[in-house]
């Protein structure tokens, strides 16, 4: 499977891309009833310390939680997930909506810590307004990020997938060719006696059935992981070269055209 079918794939089979309509409508629907919240039973601290306090503790927290959504997006050169960003572009970078919300609730903030007005007046929607966006931010932030890692972990599950079916592929072809190895050395030693005495008097014969017994447990399964490859690989290799010592033997030569192919 190529990587652009894995691109395909990921893109118009994703569970996560088709829901993520709702979560954004659900998050608004959320922050209409923050806002109703807000306007109806938060009362605004009378006292100039007490209110100075709330703004400064608003005000850190939402410069720090930008900072934090912002880092949280920064390419990761050379991982895996920075290839699940390279599909994924749209997710893959800041919300500016996200942004956009941080920011205003952080000089919403910045401005009342400045002045610290009264709660008198229009002055009460201010911080109201500062607390609404500083909502909106946290909740669009939380579904940004959820619809992300939920995308990645996706990928993963995809790719997971790929690899697996990659190594199924290239195991059966090895379990092949050491069978077409094993059967061309078989058929040379009961075909040639010089052969045969040369592979028993450097007990070729006996490693040969040994490595053959150790592919075998391979045919019973469908599914290889990279240790099973490297293992079957390794094999092969030996395989291979016993039929290389053979193709050197002069008696081989006297053989048919077809026992002749090169493996």
């Known amino acids: 499977m190529t990587t652009l079918s894995r691109k395909n794939t990921y893109r118009n089979q994703s569970p996560h891309i088709q829901k993520s309509r709702w979560l954004w409508i659900g998050a608004v629907l959320l922050l209409v009833f923050a806002a109703v919240l807000i306007y109806l039973y938060v009362q605004i601290p009378a006292d100039a310390g007490d209110r100075q306090s709330l703004v400064t503790t608003l005000f ?3 410069g720090l939680f930008l900072v934090i959504y912002l880092a949280s997006f920064m390419p990761g050169i050379g991982s ?6 390279d599909e994924n572009k749209e997710l893959s970078r800041p919300n500016g909506f996200v942004v956009f919300f941080w920011v205003v609730a952080s000089f919403l903030h910045l401005g009342l810590l400045f002045r610290t007005p009264s709660p008198e007046g229009i002055v009460i929607y201010l911080y109201q307004a500062a607390m609404f966006f500083t909502v909106g931010g946290f909740l669009f932030g939380l579904v940004h990020y959820f619809q992300f890692y939920s995308q ?3 990928w993963h599950k995809q790719n ?3 690899r697996e079916m990659e190594n199924r592929h290239r195991g059966n072809r090895i379990l092949q060719e050491c069978l077409q190895c094993e059967q061309l ?3 040379t030693m009961l075909e040639d006696v010089e052969v045969a005495q040369m592979m028993r008097w450097n007990g070729l014969d006996e490693q040969v059935q040994r490595k053959m017994n150790e592919i075998v447990l391979y045919f019973k399964s469908d599914r290889f992981s990279p ?3 490297e293992k079957m690989t390794a094999i092969y290799d030996w395989l291979k070269n016993v039929v290389l010592i053979i193709e050197q033997h002069p008696y081989f030569r006297k053989m048919k ?4 192919k090169s493996v």
């Open 160 to 162: 997971q997938w790929a």
């Open 185 to 187: 050395i078989r058929r």
């Open 257 to 260: 055209p077809e026992n002749q």
């Open 60 to 62: 850190f927290f939402s």
């Open 80 to 85: 895996w997930m920075q290839r699940a960003r």
């Open 227 to 229: 240790e099973d490859i």
């Open 152 to 154: 990645l972990k996706f």
